[in-house]
């Protein structure tokens, strides 16, 4: 056996003998009549934060604080320990002859990771560290478990997704990542609501399987006999109200997609799609660009970010270039001289890269974009004007029926966001669906048409923007984070054997 099978092995006998031994105290506590979870209430006056920043003005005065011991030394008839609670943590000052003999006594009989309240004043110790001068201290849950080595934290990112709980006590920035999550979206509804946009909120199970690229999950509706399934947008009814005239619209919804996973995508996550009646793509730049610039100050306090090694500016002017123009830089191509899908699929094969047998001209642009460009757009950059081939809900460019009015923007070679002029013509967009579900057939897909959508739309939509922009990313940019499951709390993993 190697040494460090041995040590592994001496770490797990240590966690269960430390199990059995907090068992005990549980048991023994019971006993005695002071179950611990019996305790329904503690009032607590103040978190660790507030007699932290507010010291000059609670010096002296009679606080109640409440959070998990964290770290403990005693030393004879006096004692500090470290209290976590939201804010932070916290020192407090037990002493025998404050607290009484039986109340110390049980004090040091604590674990780390138990629960306590404590009643005390508030000063400062010698060495200048604001702290609680306990007066009561109360255990208010017995933690069966002992927390992971302080000195090592918690660095296994399996552990760490499956027990987010765990993150969060050990490693206090995660729980400051999704109080930032938390100031994001509060901020973007604020930026919205300040422009007259209109929060709704639209159905998370439908009775369709749309035509559109994303794999739903299904599932089954027992009274009615029927599969249901979860949403993959909410695009579709959200135009629907500005039909029936709710004019600027925006939903922070929850998205399924029956897809893989990887840094960048997990199978739920939350968007933000808004439509604003008679605006276009060109409008929804120019509010997608200043909610981004927004937030940022508001959360950040700065528009210079640190993300995945890159300083990204989103200050200034964004950059705005068409997706030929984006090929053409940067692979040199120029989609402007092919005469045929044959010629397309010809100088993508002599640029290294496969298209399929039957892509055309759009689809071949659409790869470049793809396989040449993507990886060089770490500034805020919109790209637009996309072919129809990959655009099946935007409105066609009027002087080029073969693009569309749709853009994204890129940000360190992520894509964040996608927005269209949208399509209201009822028989295109007829004419789409219809071959998109074929399509979605023909890989043995249970597609249909929503018939519903397009009465919508030969009831009239105006003149439309739209776009949706993934929340999970916007936060990676604002923290400074490398995976989307830093900032889920619970991301989907695969269950343990």
């Given at each position: 056996?190697?040494?460090?099978?041995?040590?592994?092995?001496?770490?797990?006998?240590?966690?269960?003998?430390?199990?059995?031994?907090?068992?005990?105290?549980?048991?023994?506590?019971?006993?005695?009549?002071?179950?611990?979870?019996?305790?329904?209430?503690?009032?607590?006056?103040?978190?660790?934060?507030?007699?932290?920043?507010?010291?000059?003005?609670?010096?002296?005065?009679?606080?109640?604080?409440?959070?998990?011991?964290?770290?403990?030394?005693?030393?004879?008839?006096?004692?500090?320990?470290?209290?976590?609670?939201?804010?932070?943590?916290?020192?407090?000052?037990?002493?025998?002859?404050?607290?009484?003999?039986?109340?110390?006594?049980?004090?040091?009989?604590?674990?780390?990771?138990?629960?306590?309240?404590?009643?005390?004043?508030?000063?400062?110790?010698?060495?200048?560290?604001?702290?609680?001068?306990?007066?009561?201290?109360?255990?208010?849950?017995?933690?069966?478990?002992?927390?992971?080595?302080?000195?090592?934290?918690?660095?296994?990112?399996?552990?760490?997704?499956?027990?987010?709980?765990?993150?969060?006590?050990?490693?206090?920035?995660?729980?400051?990542?999704?109080?930032?999550?938390?100031?994001?979206?509060?901020?973007?509804?604020?930026?919205?609501?300040?422009?007259?946009?209109?929060?709704?909120?639209?159905?998370?199970?439908?009775?369709?399987?749309?035509?559109?690229?994303?794999?739903?999950?299904?599932?089954?509706?027992?009274?009615?006999?029927?599969?249901?399934?979860?949403?993959?947008?909410?695009?579709?009814?959200?135009?629907?109200?500005?039909?029936?005239?709710?004019?600027?619209?925006?939903e922070v919804g929850r998205i399924f997609r029956n897809e893989g996973m990887d840094t960048r995508h997990n199978p739920e996550f939350t968007t933000v799609e808004m439509y604003e009646a008679?605006?276009?793509?060109?409008?929804?730049?120019?509010?997608?660009?200043?909610?981004?610039?927004?937030?940022?100050?508001?959360?950040?306090?700065?528009?210079?970010?640190?993300?995945?090694?890159?300083?990204?500016?989103?200050?200034?002017?964004?950059?705005?270039?068409?997706?030929?123009?984006?090929?053409?830089?940067?692979?040199?191509?120029?989609?402007?001289?092919?005469?045929?899908?044959?010629?397309?699929?010809?100088?993508?094969?002599?640029?290294?890269?496969?298209?399929?047998?039957?892509?055309?001209?759009?689809?071949?642009?659409?790869?470049?974009?793809?396989?040449?460009?993507?990886?060089?757009?770490?500034?805020?950059?919109?790209?637009?004007?996309?072919?129809?081939?990959?655009?099946?809900?935007?409105?066609?460019?009027?002087?080029?029926?073969?693009?569309?009015?749709?853009?994204?923007?890129?940000?360190?070679?992520?894509?964040?966001?996608?927005?269209?002029s949208e399509l209201n013509d009822p028989i295109d967009q007829r004419q789409r669906f219809e071959k998109q579900v074929a399509a979605k057939r023909a890989q043995g897909a249970n597609a249909?048409?929503?018939?519903?959508?397009?009465?919508?739309?030969?009831?009239?939509?105006?003149?439309?923007?739209?776009?949706?922009?993934?929340?999970?990313?916007?936060?990676?940019?604002?923290?400074?984070?490398?995976?989307?499951?830093?900032?889920?709390?619970?991301?989907?993993?695969?269950?343990?054997?």
């Amino acid at each position: 056996m190697s040494d460090e099978t041995r040590n592994v092995e001496a770490a797990e006998q240590a966690v269960s003998e430390q199990n059995r031994i907090r068992l005990e105290k549980l048991g023994k506590l019971i006993e005695e009549g002071r179950n611990p979870y019996e305790l329904v209430r503690f009032d607590r006056s103040h978190r660790s934060g507030e007699i932290l920043s507010g010291y000059d003005a609670l010096e002296g005065k009679e606080v109640s604080i409440a959070g998990r011991m964290m770290s403990r030394r005693v030393m004879g008839k006096a004692s500090f320990a470290h209290l976590l609670d939201r804010d932070g943590l916290i020192q407090i000052y037990v002493r025998r002859d404050d607290v009484g003999e039986d109340a110390y006594r049980d004090f040091k009989s604590y674990d780390i990771g138990d629960i306590v309240g404590v009643s005390g004043t508030v000063f400062k110790t010698k060495s200048g560290e604001i702290s609680v001068h306990a007066q009561k201290i109360t255990l208010l849950t017995k933690s069966l478990h002992p927390l992971p080595e302080k000195f090592h934290g918690l660095k296994d990112t399996d552990t760490r997704y499956r027990q987010r709980y765990l993150d969060m006590i050990v490693n206090p920035e995660v729980r400051d990542t999704f109080v930032k999550r938390s100031q994001i979206l509060r901020e973007v509804r604020a930026f919205l609501d300040s422009r007259g946009y209109i929060e709704v909120d639209t159905p998370v199970l439908g009775t369709l399987e749309i035509g559109a690229a994303a794999r739903p999950f299904v599932t089954h509706h027992n009274a009615l006999d029927i599969d249901m399934y979860l949403r993959i947008e909410t695009e579709l009814h959200l135009k629907r109200l500005i039909v029936g005239g709710m004019e600027k619209v925006y939903e922070v919804g929850r998205i399924f997609r029956n897809e893989g996973m990887d840094t960048r995508h997990n199978p739920e996550f939350t968007t933000v799609e808004m439509y604003e009646a008679y605006t276009d793509f060109h409008g929804m730049m120019d509010i997608i660009e200043e909610m981004f610039k927004t937030v940022a100050r508001n959360v950040c306090g700065t528009t210079d970010l640190p993300f995945m090694g890159e300083t990204i500016h989103l200050g200034g002017e964004w950059a705005r270039m068409t997706m030929k123009e984006a090929v053409r830089k940067y692979s040199g191509i120029d989609p402007d001289s092919w005469a045929s899908d044959e010629e397309a699929r010809a100088a993508c094969k002599a640029a290294g890269f496969e298209p399929e047998a039957a892509f055309t001209r759009g689809e071949c642009l659409n790869l470049l974009f793809e396989e040449t460009v993507e990886d060089n757009l770490i500034q805020p950059t919109f790209i637009y004007d996309y072919p129809i081939e990959v655009s099946p809900l935007a409105k066609r460019k009027k002087d080029d029926p073969m693009l569309t009015e749709r853009f994204e923007f890129f940000i360190n070679r992520m894509e964040f966001g996608n927005a269209f002029s949208e399509l209201n013509d009822p028989i295109d967009q007829r004419q789409r669906f219809e071959k998109q579900v074929a399509a979605k057939r023909a890989q043995g897909a249970n597609a249909s048409v929503d018939e519903d959508f397009v009465t919508a739309l030969e009831y009239g939509l105006p003149p439309t923007g739209g776009l949706g922009f993934g929340v999970d990313r916007l936060v990676m940019l604002l923290t400074n984070s490398d995976s989307i499951r830093d900032v889920l709390l619970f991301p989907t993993m695969k269950p343990l054997d």
